[in-house]
């Protein structure tokens, strides 16, 4: 099946810093998604993004689907961007859905 | 509305308890989807329903029993589990294909 890796594992910035996650994919997928999952479980959609660059606010992404990767960029980081991101692809197949181990992710105020 | 609510949020049950999980969404969304999250660990794919139909079963144990009674609604049937089994499950929809949302999820806890 699918593998999907992310790195760093944990990150540990100040406030106002900047930073790159990455997820690299070892087969082509139909979809993928980053997410942010706050202390209480819940999964905050962050972007779509089976490929292509995309925006919103302090995160942009960009996934380059030909060479399987993908980087989610967080930028002037703030104490409520903490938690974990995970980035999630679909198998060419249609549904099952692979969720990378996630990124840990800790700004100091 | 991108909303999707379960039911309970919390749960405690014996190994001997039957209960049920529910989760629901009015996104038009045909695709309902299953996960199961330890702590510390990602999401885990159990059941996805596609049109009412159950169109993945991964490998999950008999004491699981998904139901999706309507294109809203997914229930989650528990039966004789074990303390193993207590974990974060998570409920999502999407089209399909597409973007899929989570509901905020129900802490079960077996003891």
């Known amino acids: 099946g699918i593998q999907v890796e992310q790195s760093p594992p944990d990150l540990i910035l100040q406030e106002g810093a900047n930073s790159t996650l990455r997820c690299n994919f070892s087969?082509?997928?139909?979809?993928l998604q980053w997410f942010h999952q706050n202390p209480w479980g819940q999964l905050i959609n962050l972007f779509y993004i089976p490929s292509g660059t995309k925006q919103n606010g302090r995160l942009s992404a960009t996934t380059v689907a030909t060479e399987r990767y993908s980087l989610l960029y967080i930028s002037s980081s703030q104490t409520t961007d903490s938690g974990v991101y995970f980035c999630a692809v679909v198998d060419p197949g249609g549904f099952k859905t692979i969720f990378g181990a996630g990124t840990r992710l800790f700004v100091k105020a | 509305d991108t909303e999707v609510t379960q039911t309970p949020k919390h749960l405690v049950m014996g190994m001997t308890n039957k209960k049920s999980l529910k989760c629901e969404q009015h996104?038009?969304?045909?695709?309902m989807y299953w996960y199961k999250q330890k702590a510390k660990k990602p999401p885990e794919l159990m059941f996805v329903y596609s049109y009412e139909k159950l169109s993945i079963n991964e490998s999950v144990p008999s004491r699981f029993s998904p139901e999706c009674p309507n294109s809203s609604l997914l229930n989650l049937h528990l039966h004789a589990l074990q303390p193993e089994d207590s974990a974060l499950y998570l409920c999502?929809?999407?089209?399909?294909?597409?973007?899929?949302?989570f509901g905020p999820g129900t802490r079960l806890t077996v003891t």
């Open positions: 087969d082509s997928v139909n979809n």
């Open positions: 996104m038009g969304h045909r695709a």
């Open positions: 999502a929809s999407s089209l399909p294909p597409g973007e899929q949302y």
